[in-house]
């Protein structure tokens, strides 16, 4: 596809209103409609990109070989058949899915004997119409959940780079409105009666299930999350910039979902990006778009998240990992409504609503230098507390039916009870993972489980050991060189004699081989309080 088709981002506008129109009225609206409006948006997507098809398929329901798939094509493909069959890309649709990278697909190109899932796509498109296509997967989260497959019928079509990232960046907005979708789906009780015995959904058992009247998507009635579903309704109304604290696997992006869905910004995007899963290099392009040519590999213009969730809600997954030269960059959006794309002196003006969240301690941070004072208070406007699933043990039955309900229809399951043995066990558990790790074990069980009653896997509830590794090679003695400094300063990364300048890194680069490496902090309990005792001291005599 060449770019010149496109002059002044004229595709890109399209594309943007297009996904904006579709996430700002797909969440209520019956099935004919929902279905006129994803209709909709492959049409205007197709018709901007200059294609002669567009789908979308899900990459993780077993039924993905056309019964999960949203699909447009022009008048004159209709009239010569359908132009795409999903269940002939299947094999490349679990290697997108699995690689998380896009993949290209050519009538006239004759893949290696070791490329055979490959060579079968590109023989099938000889068949038909279609030249060239292209399977671009996205999705929140680290497993890409759907994917925008695109088809051309003239020979020669390539595949702009920048239309594929573009792609994946809005694929993100519409992942959010499919998802909600699929969760609030029950079937009709005639659909039902028509679907095998172990693909029903079992009946709602009422006792069990909370009444969060308007986030019925938060399961659980404890003390420990009403506390923070109170502060979520006191807050979700207002304009105000929300951190969610929490513990990995509490849910944070629920709560992040919940904000936007009932906030005065419903109407337009909700776009999420995760401040630890990029790295330090893209973040600033990721939040900020960059010009073409502002470094290499820069070949067209792109818009950063900022500007794609204009007048809606941005949520910053892990916060406390932006780098420390961003924040001053970050903090001024936050202050002025304002930024400049990388490469770019063009000031953007934009309004949004920020939801930040964190499984780190903010102030520490602040306290020891690795994050900004200024950014913090900024942002931690109205912070909530999300409870770990070992404070909330009363909402495991409840969550449990909850991910039964969920899964089972996927895994072609039928669970109709589940044992008090099963429930206590789960409860006494510890839940390091949180609900994330009780999501996998319910899974596992899933698949496991032949009957109607629900068994756990054996050794699901173990917590691995974590060995220590010894040896001699090179990545060995450097975590332990780093370890060793990392302990001699109390691991301090920034600031004057602390373990970056021993070691001679800048403090993010020393963080990232610390990620790279698996060098997490290890300390006594008595020895965190102290620390903490000894930090808030501290942060005392600097405020004074």
Known sequence: MS??????????????????????????????????????MLHEIGMA?????????????????????????????????????????????????DEHHVIVVESTREPGSDEQALADACAYLRRTMIRSAVIIPFGVGEIPQWAW???????????????????????????????????????????????????????????VFSGNRGFEEIIGDSPALQAALNRL???????????????????????????????????????????????????????FGHQRGAFTGAIAPR??????????????????????????????????????RVGSSQTHAVDVRIVA?????????????????????????FPIRLPPLRERREDIPALVWSIIRKRQRVLQRHITSVPNDVLEAL?????????????????????????????LLEGSLEAPEVQPEVGTTLMSV???????????????INGIGNAAERLGLHPNTLRFRMKKLGIVRREPMRDSRRLRSDHGSQAGDRAS
Request: proline fraction near 5%.
């Open 149 to 207: 497959v695109l088809g051309a019928v003239s020979d020669g079509h390539t595949w702009a780079e920048a239309v594929m990232e573009h792609l994946q960046m809005l694929g993100d907005i519409v992942s959010t409105g499919l998802q909600s979708r699929q969760e609030s789906e029950v079937p009709e009780p005639a659909e039902a009666a028509r679907l095998p015995l172990k693909a029903r959904a079992a009946a709602p058992i009422k006792s």
């Open 233 to 287: 309704k006191e807050v979700v109304n207002s304009e105000s910039n929300v951190v969610l604290l929490g513990e990995t696997g509490t849910g944070k992006e629920l709560f992040a979902r919940a904000l936007h869905a009932h906030g005065p910004r419903k109407a337009f995007p909700l776009v999420s990006v995760n401040c630890a899963a990029l790295p330090p290099t893209l973040i600033e392009s990721e939040l």
């Open 427 to 455: 409860q006494r558990y510890s839940w390091p993972g949180n609900i994330r790790e009780l999501e996998n074990v319910v899974e596992r069980a899933l698949i496991h489980t032949s009957g109607s009653t629900l068994t």
């Open 49 to 97: 990109l200059s294609v002669d098809c567009c789908t979308l398929v899900s990459l993780v329901e077993p039924q993905r070989t056309g019964a999960a798939t949203y699909h447009w094509c022009r008048p004159m493909m209709s009239a010569a058949g359908l132009p795409f069959e999903a269940r002939a890309f299947e094999p490349l649709f679990d290697r997108v899915r």
């Open 3 to 40: 770019e010149t088709l496109f002059p002044h981002d004229d595709w890109r506008k399209a594309l943007n209103q297009s996904v904006r129109d579709f996430a700002a009225a797909a969440a209520n609206v019956d099935e004919d409609t929902f279905l006129s409006l994803v209709h909709t």
């Open 303 to 340: 818009q950063g998240r900022f500007e794609l969730a204009h007048h809606g809600t941005l949520f910053l997954d892990e916060i406390g990992d932006l780098p420390m030269d961003l924040q001053p960059k970050l903090l001024r959006v936050l202050q002025e409504g304002a930024f400049e």
């Open 357 to 381: 969240a964190t499984h780190k301690d903010l102030g520490r941070a602040v306290a020891e230098g690795e994050f900004r004072a200024d950014l913090y208070y900024r942002l931690n406007v």
């Open 478 to 492: 450097e975590r332990a060189h780093i370890e060793e400094v990392l302990q001699d300063c109390r691991w301090r």
